[in-house]
């Protein structure tokens, strides 16, 4: 069989998995077969069935894990990412973490108690096991090591991710040259790729510090670009490279890109937090920037210099070598404040009016006049910018209650009646704590503790922080949400699983031609023996056997025997078994004379040319070599004699043997004889296949009697249902009905036989009465019945046409003309009266229903009256709205039915199975229309009472 076509075999498994999951058994035996197969053209469509089928059946893979790690260099470029991405998480569970020392040494603590080194001393004198990778890990390593050269961005970020995620921390310095060479293809990839350096960047800085000038942006970058290469650089920030990365920076605040620019200014704000020695020089700068003409800039300054200033006082409070108090940066608020007239932006006047409530005790000049200003604006101010003003009133409440209560008070009146439930419900919130009425509640006393506390830092971290769940490379990654089909990466095991499931014992490949073994001959001599017990078949089979083992091809068959004799003459060690082996071959050929009526000499040439034969055999593939056998099987059965007995459990081994090979087991489709049933019904077609297995049988009493066990019920008698064309109104006097005849036609096998009964109800007659204008979908067409003349008085006639439906449900429009009238009218088959019968056997039944399944097949169960569960009725029913035909079935609960459709002969299978007061109704039908709608029908008869 051809590489394409098992390749295309597998790349049709997932599409067959989709329509029907029920055959999920059958195909991973497919898949398993598949898995096996050595050719590199198959093996990433394999995978990718895997992948998609059964992607938990890791037991699969482990046999083929060393093949895979081989031939991952010869296989397709979208290969290689299916299988690296499978090995990237066939690793994560068969081997142990290579960096788990190392993570346990970063967790330790710099300072350590006594009672701690003490107790680690104990610990370091019990030796520790060393790690020591396994050897298919590093296969898997050294495999996909090369693949970081390929052309193909895929491969290289499916050996980068795998890098990351299996590989020791000293070795995965080896993708990011590779990263840094995708970064000169195409936007697209750019961006996937700066993605996932982002992300590995936040752990792992020494990996791309050596190629910090690849991640400066240009200007022709997309704003996607360069925010990506910001987040880059960013957190490549260290002491050392933090001067070069923040002058490169001043460079971006300029920008004309907004968005750019105000990425830029959070970027320094998260270099200042993260390096506690140039928070003061980012500081000023920032501040600097506070003047700029840009408001976008200005907004987003004074943002990160709140969260800069709220995270220096808390490191102020711990004692931090470079902590300051608020107290000295009181110009930047006193600054910030004057500016709440000129920022638009609501975020950056939130951040000023919460800097200015946070440290109102450092400008107690200024708040109170802040908070006058943004009490005759509250009305227009965003929600955002009305929620920080409720909390600088009452913050101001609780340290200047002289100056802003009744301040307070208006700007709680106001926020009483606004549109936002927020604001509404926080301000009531806040007015029983800090303007209590008669009955004060109980948390108003503890008011200054609760909103004048040490507020937490914010923390500056990457949006790439998080995205360390997902596995790089994947969508899920891309988009940070979990996307559909997404497998997540398995956690590495405590303890290593056991590595020989892996070891394959290799055949080999050759065998020495001479000196064969003494044991080995032993065993063949037994195996001659059992000559009359087995068939011939058997008997060939250990006769090439031997001469495989003791023979050489030749031309010559006298010399062949010849140098037998020499070599056997030749060995000191076992010369006289061999002898004896000799004079057993000889009996053998006696044996064999006698039972084919040859001469022994003939035999004997004869046996020796098949071994050589078998010998060419074993370097074909399984295929020829199966071909092969039969071609020689049948050059002897004709001179045998016929076994009857022994003949079937021949034939059944052969068939385990062609099994074997193929990548479909067919028992489900046919049975064990090759397609026939185990009756031997005589309604069996003879194929190829069967005659093998009933060449030997002869009919007899029990077959005959098997015939008339079957489940067959004779066709009744159906009424043909009228259907009304024309009725006496419509068409002024005119009646016409018509009825399906359920005959062939005599104009065409692809139409419908209709009968037309035409009724004159008139007081005169009716003459020229023919069809006219047609109006039909395409693929449709109508025989015209002969004209009828003239139709008397009260006169009944009849006339036949046919129309070929094209196997549709669509009306055939047509006019129906008189010599003075004109009447438009359609016909519509019922989906039963599209079928014509279709005989077959049973077993041919079986085989066309199984390929019949998934969207092809409708089923259901239906509740049956009691005046429809016995057998005639129920084939009644059936052959009312069908035409149809009954196949004899071996099982008295079942009735199988069969039909052909008549434009396009499209199999029809109708399948009932009874179970006391309830059947199962499937229809399989290769047009899915046809069977949705047979289907309808069927089951609207069987309920209807």
């Not at 195909?27 to 995978?47: F, H, Q, R, W």
């Not at 001043?250 to 004309?256: A, D, E, G, K, R």
């Not at 032993?522 to 195996?527: I, T």
């Not at 010998?615 to 009857?644: C, G, N, R, T």
Request: hydrophobic letters at 35%; aromatic letters at 6%.
């Amino acid at each position: 069989m051809s590489p394409y076509v098992r390749k295309t075999t597998a790349h049709g498994i997932p599409k067959l998995y989709s329509l029907d999951p029920e055959n999920k058994e059958q195909l991973v035996e497919v898949i398993e077969k598949l898995l096996a197969d050595k050719t590199t053209l198959v093996a990433g469509s394999a995978i990718q069935a895997f992948e998609e089928v059964c992607p938990e059946r890791i037991d699969l893979i482990h046999k083929n894990y060393r093949k895979l790690c081989n031939l991952l260099v010869d296989v397709e470029e979208w290969g290689q990412v299916v299988i690296v991405n499978m090995l990237t998480r066939y690793a994560r569970t068969q081997f142990i973490n290579p960096n788990k020392t190392d993570s346990s040494k970063e967790n330790k603590s710099f300072y350590e108690d006594s009672e701690k080194e003490e107790e680690e001393e104990e610990e370091k004198e019990k030796k520790e096991p060393i790690y020591i990778m396994d050897t298919d890990h590093r296969l898997l390593l050294r495999q996909a090591k090369p693949l970081l050269n390929s052309r193909n961005s895929a491969v290289v970020m499916s050996v980068a991710q795998l890098y990351y995620h299996c590989a020791p921390k000293a070795e995965v310095g080896v993708v990011a040259k590779s990263l840094i060479r995708l970064l000169r293809s195409h936007k697209e990839v750019q961006y996937i790729v700066l993605s996932n350096i982002a992300t590995m960047s936040i752990d792992r800085k020494g990996m791309f510090e050596p190629f910090l000038k690849s991640f400066y942006i240009r200007s022709s970058d997309p704003t996607h670009i360069k925010l990506l290469k910001l987040e880059i650089l960013t957190n490549l920030a260290t002491e050392t490279n933090i001067s070069t990365i923040l002058r490169e920076l001043q460079t971006y605040v300029t920008s004309n890109d907004k968005e750019f620019a105000a990425a830029t200014i959070q970027a320094i704000g998260r270099c200042a937090s993260n390096i506690a020695e140039i928070t003061d020089t980012c500081l000023n700068g920032l501040v600097h920037l506070m003047s700029n003409r840009d408001e976008s800039v200005v907004a987003e300054s004074v943002v990160v210099i709140k969260k800069l200033l709220q995270m220096q006082r808390n490191k102020g409070s711990r004692v931090h070598p470079y902590s300051f108090a608020p107290s000295e940066h009181k110009d930047i608020i006193k600054h910030m404040a004057k500016m709440v007239d000129t920022i638009t932006v609501p975020m950056a006047r939130a951040s000023i009016l919460w800097l200015i409530g946070e440290y109102s005790e450092r400008v107690p000049k200024i708040a109170p006049d802040v908070l006058r200003k943004m009490a005759k604006t509250f009305i227009n101010e965003e929600d955002i910018v009305k929620l920080q003003i409720i909390n600088l009133a009452a913050k101001l409440c609780i340290t200047n209650p002289k100056q802003t209560k009744l301040l307070c008070q208006y700007v709680f009146n106001l926020a009483k009646y606004d549109q936002n439930y927020d604001i509404r419900d926080r301000c009531r919130f806040l007015r029983q704590m800090i303007l209590p009425g008669e009955k004060p509640s109980a948390l108003a006393k503890y008011a200054k503790k609760i909103f004048l506390a040490t507020k937490p830092a914010p923390v500056l971290e990457s949006k790439f922080k998080d995205r360390e769940q997902f596995q790089l490379g994947t969508l899920s990654h891309i988009l940070n949400t979990r996307a559909t089909g997404y497998q997540e990466l398995p956690d590495w095991p405590e303890v290593a699983p056991d590595s020989s499931v892996r070891n394959i014992e290799l055949p080999s490949l050759f065998d020495e031609p001479s000196k064969p073994k003494v044991r080995d001959r032993k065993k063949v001599v037994k195996k001659e023996k059992s000559f009359y017990s087995d068939d011939s078949s058997s008997v060939d089979e250990t006769e090439s056997s031997e001469d495989e083992d003791s023979d050489e091809e030749s031309d010559d068959e006298e010399e062949t025997d010849n140098e037998e004799v020499d070599e056997s003459s030749d060995e000191k060690s076992s010369s006289s078994e061999e002898e004896e082996s000799d004079e057993e071959d000889s009996d053998l050929d006696e044996k064999l004379a006698k039972f084919t009526g040859k001469k022994k000499e003939e035999v004997k040439v004869k046996r020796h040319v098949e071994s050589d034969e078998s010998l060419d055999d074993d370097s074909d593939d399984e295929d020829s070599s199966v071909e092969d056998s039969d071609e020689s099987e049948e050059e002897v059965k004709p001179k045998s004699k016929p076994q009857p007995k022994k003949q079937p459990k021949t034939k059944e081994k052969e068939i385990s043997k062609k099994k074997e090979d193929l990548l479909l087991d067919l028992d489900d489709a046919f049975g064990p004889n090759g397609g026939t049933s185990s009756t031997g019904t005589p309604g069996d077609m003879l194929t190829p296949s069967m005659a093998g297995s009933l060449s030997n049988m002869s009919i007899s009493d029990k077959g005959m009697s098997a015939t008339s066990s079957m489940n067959f019920v004779q066709p009744p008698q159906i009424v043909p249902k009228t259907y009304e064309l024309l009725n006496k109104i419509s068409g002024n006097g005119l009646c016409v009905s018509y009825k399906f005849t359920r005959t062939i036609s005599v104009f065409s096998p692809k139409m419908v036989s209709i009968e037309l009964v035409f009724t004159n109800n008139k007081d005169d007659a009716i003459s020229a009465i023919k069809i006219g204008d047609k109006k039909l979908q395409p693929g449709m067409e109508i025989q015209d019945f002969p004209e009828i003349d003239s139709l008397g008085e009260g006169a009944t006639t009849t006339a036949v046409f046919s129309i070929n439906f094209n196997d549709t449900t669509q009306p055939a429009k047509f006019d129906l003309c008189t010599t003075d009238q004109k009447f438009n009218v359609s016909i519509t088959a019922p989906v039963g009266e599209l079928l014509q019968p279709h005989t077959m056997s049973e077993g041919e039944f079986t085989s066309q229903q199984g390929k019949l399944g998934g969207m092809n097949e409708n089923s259901g169960t239906v509740k049956l009256p009691e005046n429809k569960r016995d057998s005639a009725s129920i084939c009644k029913c059936v052959h009312t709205v069908a035409n149809v035909i009954q196949i004899p079935s071996q099982n008295t609960q079942l009735y199988q039915f069969a039909a052909q459709t008549v434009a396009s002969n499209t199999l029809t299978l109708i399948i009932i199975k009874q179970t006391d007061d309830s059947a199962k109704l499937t229809v399989n039908c290769e047009k899915m229309v046809i069977g949705s709608m047979l289907f309808k029908d069927l089951k609207s008869i069987f309920v209807k009472e």
